[in-house]
């Protein structure tokens, strides 16, 4: 069984950086898609960045495109959320997210996986 762990969120200032870790267990995500989505409070979940395993290829939303990346490590079956030029619109819940079939989608009903959310809070 897959369990995907999220570590990393924490309170930063405008402007400021955070690093967010998903560490998966019980299997490798080679040939699955990567997601990273987000919630605000009495808010829906929103589409961050997505990534395919096997290639490395990204997708962003619009909010984050120039101040987020997503990557992975291979080694270390972790995938990385990097957040520059945090704004306080940034604040939400954190969730990382794994697709089986590799498609990069920014919608989150084509993830199978789910990590258990870690909170980000940009101050202004």
């Not at 402007?15 to 989505?37: H, I, P």
């Not at 919630?39 to 987020?68: C, H, M, P």
Request: charged letters at 20%; aromatic letters at 12%.
């Amino acid at each position: 069984q897959v369990q995907l762990v999220e570590s990393g969120g924490g309170l930063v200032q405008a402007g400021g950086s955070l690093r967010l870790s998903c560490a998966a267990s019980g299997r490798t995500f080679n040939g699955y898609a990567m997601g990273w989505f987000r919630q605000a409070a009495g808010k829906e979940r929103e589409f961050v960045a997505t990534l395919n395993w096997i290639d490395g290829s990204t997708v962003y939303a619009d909010s984050v495109k120039g101040r987020f990346t997503i990557s992975r490590d291979n080694v270390k079956n972790t995938v990385y959320l990097q957040m520059n030029s945090l704004k306080p619109e940034d604040t939400a819940v954190y969730y990382c997210a794994a697709s089986r079939d590799g498609v990069k989608s920014s919608r989150w009903f084509n993830y199978d996986y789910w990590g258990q959310g870690t909170q980000v809070t940009g101050s202004s």
